[in-house]
């Protein structure tokens, strides 16, 4: 295909970096873990390339295009060239499942594939996608996805085609994101460019920077609010999180900022541990979301900290990110009933409807694909209340409920008090419905963070839930309690308990 001239798509997003770019084109602003480095001058010219490389390849203003790139320098070049394309960039986490994954993606109705080298490669071996979703690889099938597949060159071809700048409207769409689905069936949701910025400008904005400093994170979209900042970010092309790699980093490049998800810092504590160390002293800020950050977790990761290390905890969802953003020593401190989860930030409005939380604001989706309905709130599904200073308190999830005699039960009160118990790694309640007695048992399943054997610590724990610091409602008190391995969904890694109660099913 042969164009002369090709239309190359300006948002709001992209008009910050370039003017960003312009302030200071020969910033190095990305990095990766062999070295490489990219200038705000060199990721401006590369995207453009690109963007030109998928317009000559068929990509159309509005076409919605599955983005299967892994974390990389060269991936955040093709997430930008996608958007100058004029194109609707579509995220599907294959962990969550082959089945779905197939679904949402067809019923997302793609256009075509962005994929990695290596993934069309392995995709195109027979047997090779089996095998190593049997090895617990989160490969996607895409064959069964029966639309065009792109595998862009390594470098891109020089722009040589006359472009012409088009901008377009905020309210415009630009990302398509399905929920992880560890407590339901995924969604997809709808992001425009306008709720999009917002996330970012949100995000940016808890995090003061100077010249010099850097990001790091395993997620994609710190690396982006790098960018809007003119922070440099380093981008590791690890695809499993590695504690050992994560120092390795550290020592090499000395980041300032970093983002992880709470089972990244579980690992990390971890490894500490073992080998007697702290988080680096360079980290003045450490962000955890993702995935709830529970006061017992926080109160295991302050040992491991130097003094001069910031930790704020981030709540929010897929459909409105974030809601609330709060400080390791507000979430200690706090002695009231459930995880305090702070003051919804400026813009970000929460109040409380049949014990519900409702979230609003500027970086709240635009709608679900299922339903197609303009979306002015958000219900969580989350239980809570406001305090007295308009904080957010959580209590329970609705989704996740057990029922029990004439009792609701959500087990994130209970989880949160539980895993601050010393030996108990992460923990989660789950109901299994007994049929001879009619009724839900409740299973405590814990993951033994201690020198106890299993057995031990199931003793201790169900002394100390009982009564004292650690005691929870007497009708919430599990009816057996099980050390074993939590099983972790979806680009989160929050505890998957669909998984989880099929696991148990069969131990008992």
């Given amino acids: 295909m042969s164009v002369k001239n090709i239309n190359l798509y300006s948002n709001p997003l992209w008009q910050k970096i370039v003017a960003k770019s312009l302030e200071q084109p020969t910033k190095p602003i990305l990095l990766d873990d062999q070295g490489a480095k990219t200038t705000y001058g060199d990721f401006i010219s590369r995207v453009d390339a690109y963007a030109a490389e998928l317009v ?38 294959p962990a969550m499942g082959q089945a779905n994954f197939t679904s949402r993606v067809t019923f997302a109705e793609v256009s075509s594939i962005v994929s990695d080298p290596k993934l069309y490669f392995v995709n195109r071996v027979p047997g090779l996608v ?34 012409i700048e088009v901008v377009i409207d905020a309210t415009e769409d630009a990302l398509i994101i399905f929920t992880s689905g560890t407590t339901s069936v995924p ?44 922070t440099k970010a380093m981008v590791t092309e690890v695809l499993t999180f590695s504690p050992k790699h994560f120092f390795a980093v550290c020592a090499a490049y000395a980041p300032t900022h970093v983002f992880l998800l709470p089972a990244e810092g579980a690992e990390l504590m971890t490894y500490c541990q ?87 604001g500027p970086n709240l989706c635009n709608r679900y694909l299922d339903d197609g309905q303009v979306r002015t709130e958000f219900q969580s599904g989350d239980l809570g209340y406001l305090t007295q200073t308009g904080a ?49 048992q409740i299973i405590l399943c814990i993951e033994n963070n201690s020198s106890d054997s299993d057995t031990t ?39 998957n308990k669909t998984l989880l109660r099929a696991s148990v099913a069969k131990l008992l």
């Fill in 56 to 93: 000559i390849r068929g990509v159309e203003k509005g076409d919605r295009v599955l983005f299967l790139e892994k974390p990389s320098l060269r991936g955040i070049v093709l997430f930008f060239a996608l958007y100058r394309a004029g194109a609707v960039v579509v995220i599907a986490d």
């Fill in 130 to 163: 089996t095998l190593l979703r049997r090895l617990q690889y989160e490969v996607p099938d895409i064959r069964s996805i029966k639309t065009p597949v792109l595998v862009l060159p390594r470098q891109p071809r020089p722009l040589s085609q006359t472009t």
């Fill in 187 to 230: 969604k997809g949701v709808v992001h425009t460019f306008a709720s999009l910025a917002a996330t970012l400008d949100y995000i940016k904005s808890e995090l003061p920077t100077e010249p010099h400093d850097t990001f790091y994170s395993s997620q994609l979209h710190f690396a982006l609010i790098a960018l809007l900042s003119g």
């Fill in 274 to 360: 073992k080998n007697q160390l702290q988080f680096p002293a360079s980290i003045k800020q450490l962000l955890f979301g993702s995935a709830p950050v529970l006061k017992g977790f926080l109160e295991r990761l302050q040992p491991f900290l130097v003094p001069t290390t910031e930790v704020l905890a981030i709540y929010g969802s897929t459909e409105i990110l974030p809601a609330t953003v709060t400080t390791l020593k507000e979430k200690l401190s706090f002695e009231g009933a459930g995880d305090y989860l702070g003051t919804p930030l400026p813009g970000v409005t929460a109040r409380i409807v049949n014990d519900e939380i409702i979230v609003s």
């Fill in 392 to 440: 957010v308190v959580l209590t329970g999830r609705r989704k996740d409920m057990i029922i029990k005699g004439n009792h609701n039960i959500y087990p994130a009160l209970f989880e949160s008090t539980i895993s601050r118990i010393p030996g108990v790694g992460s923990c989660a309640l789950i109901g299994l419905y007994n049929e001879a007695l009619q009724d839900e």
């Fill in 457 to 495: 610590l199931c003793k201790r724990v169900n002394g100390l839930i009982r009564s004292g610091e650690y005691s929870i409602d007497t009708y919430a008190l599990p009816d057996k309690i099980m050390c074993l391995s939590l099983p972790l969904g979806g680009r989160s890694r929050k505890i």
